[in-house]
Nanobody, 114 residues
Framework: QVQLVESGGGLVQPGGSLRLFCAASRSIFSIYTMGWYRQAPGKQRVLVAHITSGGTINYADSVKGRFTISRDNAKNTVYLQMNSLKPEDTAVYYC????????WGQGTQVTVSS
């Protein structure tokens, strides 16, 4: 079993930045692909970015050049640095281990509004 705990969400103005954190309950990065997904009101949950156990990174087209996913193996923590935020980035952001059939955090709200 793996527990994932997200933090770092909040309210930010357009053009601002936030950094999300996902702490895993144990060392899993060598086993699982770690990802960030988001779900806006009335929409499906979609992939934002992921990093494989081998270190390959992929981003959704909508966030390329603005968001950066990274991980700290020693701290069992995955990060999502979000810059140049837009109102359409507003959503609940979820941390994931092991892709869609894997483990999920409880989510953290990100609201981009003036």
């Amino acid at each position: 079993q793996v527990q994932l705990v997200e933090s770092g969400g909040g309210l930010v103005q357009p053009g601002g930045s936030l950094r999300l954190f996902c702490a895993a309950s144990r060392s899993i990065f060598s086993i699982y692909t770690m990802g960030w997904y988001r779900q806006a009101p009335g929409k499906q949950r979609v992939l934002v970015a992921h990093i494989t156990s081998g270190g390959t990174i992929n981003y959704a087209d909508s966030v390329k050049g603005r968001f950066t996913i990274s991980r700290d193996n020693a701290k069992n923590t995955v990060y999502l640095q979000m810059n140049s935020l837009k109102p359409e980035d507003t959503a609940v952001y979820y941390c994931n281990a092991g892709r869609l059939a894997g483990y999920w955090g409880q989510g953290t709200q990100v609201t981009v509004s003036s």
